[in-house]
């Protein structure tokens, strides 16, 4: 059963357009090195600032797995620290997961 993985966080207002471009990268990097699909989600109404990525899992363990691997990976981890450290606002991510509901 899949799993998504809802994480919410409010870019610095300075930091915009490279926190975007690094956005894009990761984006990228996780949909051609990983064995899950990423989306960025923009706002329509709400908070200008507030972005989310959305992850698409085969499941729970498939999460776990991909995880682990992304934790391993030194250039992964080079991007996502620099993202987390320089473009977000400190305290603002947010984490959800959620599945399909079945018929």
């Known amino acids: 059963m899949a799993v ?3 994480q919410t966080f409010e870019i610095k207002q300075g930091k915009f357009k490279d926190a975007i471009e690094n956005l ?4 990228k990097y996780r949909n051609e090195q ?5 989306d960025i989600l923009t706002p329509i109404s709400g908070k200008d600032h507030t972005y989310a990525l959305l992850s698409k899992y085969e499941g729970l363990a498939e ?4 995880t ?3 934790h391993e ?6 991007m996502i620290n620099e993202f ?7 305290g603002s991510m947010h984490t959800q997961l959620y599945r399909p509901m079945l018929d």
Do not use: N
């Open 84 to 90: 987390f450290l320089e473009h977000i606002e400190q």
């Open 24 to 27: 894009k990268k990761l984006k």
């Open 73 to 78: 990976d030194e250039e992964y981890g080079k």
């Open 68 to 70: 682990k691997k992304m």
């Open 63 to 66: 999460m776990e797995l991909q």
């Open 4 to 6: 998504y993985v809802y």
């Open 34 to 38: 990983y064995s899950h699909t990423v």
